[in-house]
């Protein structure tokens, strides 16, 4: 099974704090997608990762993929209340199946 | 264009009710997915549809009953289902490359309550 270990489960923090959330695996990606769900929406692709090395920005969120490509990260830098969420990785497994991590829940107090 | 649609956003149904889900995409996408959400946990697959047909059936009951009718639509039959079975039910779709397919884009689902 090619289980997507992510970390932490929960974050509670204050607005204007940096946090990091980590995805790992065993095995190699060929490209991991990140995902942010708010309450009582669907899953948004944020971005997906595809060569080993490689760092993403999206405006405040800077996405990086281990050399290895068995691991990932997302960075949020002075996060806002409007960034709280589900935040989701995601691998593409064969026959169009997505292997989730277990979720970070990020709650960002004004 | 990268919306998927769903329709109802919410829905209440008896344990003895039919009723159906609908999902909705034009961007070309020839993968088409029904997942179960609980919350705070991530979604889980119900069915995969490429190219119309059926791919994968997750080992779901046969209350939810999927349907395809053409490559734009997505359709998910509930019929005698179980309070366990309240949910939110995402859509999502991808395109196909090489029989694979990875980029997902969902549907905002919908609140599913058996009473």
């Known amino acids: 099974t090619q289980l997507l270990e992510q970390s932490p489960q929960f974050l509670s923090i204050q607005e204007g704090e940096n946090l990091t959330v980590y995805c790992n695996s065993s095995s190699v990606f060929s490209s991991l997608q990140w995902y942010r769900q708010e309450p009582g929406e669907g899953p948004v692709l944020l971005v997906t990762?595809?060569?080993?090395?490689e760092v993403k920005k999206l405006k405040r969120l800077t996405f990086q993929f281990g050399d290895a490509r068995k691991d990932s990260s997302l960075h949020i830098t002075a996060a806002q209340p409007g960034d709280t969420g589900l935040y989701l990785c995601a691998r593409g497994t064969s026959y169009g199946k997505l292997t989730f991590g277990q979720g970070t829940i990020l709650t960002v107090h004004p | 264009d990268t919306e998927v649609t769903q329709t109802p956003k919410h829905l209440v149904m008896g344990m003895t009710n039919k009723k159906s889900l609908k999902c909705e995409q034009h961007m070309g996408h020839r993968a088409m997915y029904w997942y179960k959400q609980k919350a705070k946990k991530p979604p889980e697959l119900m069915f995969v549809?490429?190219?119309?047909?059926?791919?994968i059936n997750e080992s779901v009951p046969s209350r939810f009953s999927p349907e395809c009718p053409n490559s734009s639509l997505l359709n998910l039959h509930l019929h005698a289902l179980q309070p366990e079975d309240s949910a939110l039910y995402l859509c999502?779709?991808?395109?196909?490359?090489?029989?694979?397919?990875?980029?997902?884009?969902f549907g905002p689902g919908t609140r599913l309550t058996v009473t």
């Open positions: 990762v595809v060569t080993g090395g």
């Open positions: 549809y490429s190219y119309e047909k059926l791919s």
């Open positions: 999502a779709s991808s395109q196909v490359v090489a029989g694979v397919s990875y980029e997902q884009y």
